[in-house]
């Protein structure tokens, strides 16, 4: 069975720190570009950052630019998402993804959410003071 488990959310205050990690299960990571997206409350779901399977090219969303770090650790199978100067704005349920890269370009990023295949159930990240 494909699982993909987010962990590390929580409730944390204004300008505060977290980290969440993704945990894959049944697959191996190291063939896959992976996302991190979010969705609050009465909002669509927003992409928030990603990065390629080799862990060479990553990109954020303009909102989380320069306070949010993607990386892996492909032989621990997981992806983190280090998040730093937490806003009240980024109060949502975090979900990582991953879309299988089948061609020969190793920094193919996916262009949109309906690429990924695998999706994790969510980690919920409260900023608030």
């Known amino acids: 069975q494909l699982q993909f488990v987010e962990s590390g959310g929580g409730l944390v205050q204004p300008g505060g720190s977290l980290r969440l990690s993704c945990a894959a299960s049944?697959?191996?990571?190291?063939?896959?570009?992976v996302g991190w997206f979010r969705q609050a409350p009465g909002r669509d779901r927003e992409a928030v950052s990603c990065?390629?399977?080799?862990?060479?090219?990553?990109k954020y969303a303009d909102s989380v630019k320069g306070r949010f770090t993607i990386s892996r650790d492909n032989p621990k199978n997981t992806v983190y998402l280090e998040m730093n100067d937490l806003k009240p704005e980024d109060t949502a349920v975090y979900y990582c993804?991953?879309?299988?890269?089948?061609?020969?370009?190793?920094?193919?990023?996916?262009?949109?959410?309906?690429?990924?295949?695998?999706w994790g159930q969510g980690t919920q990240v409260t900023v608030s003071s």
């Open positions: 990065i390629s399977m080799t862990g060479g090219t990553t």
């Open positions: 049944g697959f191996t990571l190291d063939s896959y570009a």
């Open positions: 993804a991953a879309d299988s890269i089948l061609g020969p370009d190793t920094e193919y990023l996916p262009e949109g959410s309906w690429e990924y295949e695998i």
